[in-house]
């Protein structure tokens, strides 16, 4: 039920019945009422999961998902941040499922007698838009040739406009320039990729107030870990793909969105300070995606693995969690090094 726009007297009739279920999640906001009209201390409360929805709070309006799980489950508050935060990006669903691996790998932690205190934040793009924010048959989209539109001569809302001389269908009207018959998209690329770019923002703020934070994605959320790299302290990424005209999913786009999505990928990555290390199997498509990554500001590590899904094929090995663990500890350790 996160992130869903209900009013306390609305669970009043679900928090009674919760002794039936396992678990339900509710986010903050609503245990706040939930919590004002004395509902959550009934027989139910046991099963409740409260999670905190992070980012600028527009998240609800504009799509995306960014779910805080604290380290300690009555965590919600900026006074209950752990010193680490774990950016999980999704990507194919349930492939891997990062909640499970995260709980494994602090059951591993803690096994070993090490304080696993950090906090993740599950971020998913609903609409498959390489975490551009973009959305087919809208103005939004940049450069999408397959898109649909209504009239050359109408513009949308926000300023873009249909040119149909242009193999890039919308155009930000402020920006435009013929250039050796190019027309420029500086303006619509900045509103889908870097510190401009929807996700970019709701990522910085999500991760305000932590010492420490690692992202982490498996293919095109492996493209996003590296995307945002700015924003991180280490990066752990499984078979990224960078040049999407080449890619084995390729999405519907234009030359000049693809084009724009390699650019904006890789200077992000060449002005990371985060420790950034790349996973890829021996497939020679992913090794040939993680060689256009620069160096050596990117470490690349070749599994015997040839298969796109490295991170499920390390998981049924048992071999991700101990990744995964020790990128970790590492991390919270540096955390603490300075307190």
């Known amino acids: 039920m996160e992130g869903n726009p209900l009013e306390p007297t609305s669970l009043s009739s679900v928090i009674p019945q919760l ?58 508050t900026d006074g209950d941040l752990a010193q680490l935060l774990v950016v999980a990006f999704g990507s194919a669903p349930g492939v891997p499922n990062w909640g499970g691996l995260l709980k494994r790998v602090k059951n591993c932690l803690e096994s070993k007698g090490f304080p696993a205190a950090f906090d993740t934040l599950y971020v998913v793009d609903p609409r498959r838009s390489w975490y551009s924010h973009s959305k087919r048959g809208t103005a939004s989209l940049l450069c999408d040739d397959d898109d649909d539109h209504a009239s050359a001569a109408l513009p949308s809302p926000d300023g873009l406009f249909f040119n149909p001389s242009s193999s890039c269908s919308l155009v930000n009207q402020e920006s435009q320039s013929k250039k050796g018959g190019a027309i420029s998209t500086r303006g619509a690329t900045a509103k889908q990729f870097g510190p401009e770019s929807y996700y970019f923002k709701e990522l910085s703020a999500s991760v305000k107030g932590y010492r420490r934070v690692i992202m982490l994605g498996d293919s095109m959320g492996a493209s996003a870990a590296l995307m945002f790299s700015q924003l991180a302290t280490a990066v ?39 420790s950034i290390t790349v996973h890829c199997g021996d497939w020679s498509h ?4 993680a060689q256009m990554l620069p160096k050596p500001q990117v470490q690349v590590v070749t599994h015997p693995i040839n298969d796109h899904r490295l991170a499920k094929a390390l998981n049924e090995q048992g071999r991700l969690v101990p990744l995964v663990a020790e990128l970790i500890e590492k991390e919270i350790s540096e955390a603490y090094a300075f307190l």
């Open 19 to 76: 002794r039936f279920l396992r678990a339900v999640g509710i986010d903050s906001n609503q245990a706040r009422g939930v919590s004002s009209c004395g509902l959550i201390r009934s027989s139910g409360e046991q099963a409740l999961r409260i999670g905190h929805m992070a980012g600028t709070g527009e998240a609800s309006l504009n799509g995306g998902y960014f779910k805080v799980t604290r380290h300690s489950e009555a965590g919600v």
């Open 236 to 274: 752990m990424a499984f078979c990224p793909q960078v040049d999407l005209t080449s890619a084995s999913i390729r999405p519907s786009r234009s030359d000049a969105w693809f084009q724009s999505f390699r650019d904006n990928l890789l200077s992000a990555a060449s002005s990371s300070s985060a």
């Open 286 to 289: 992913d090794l040939n995606q």
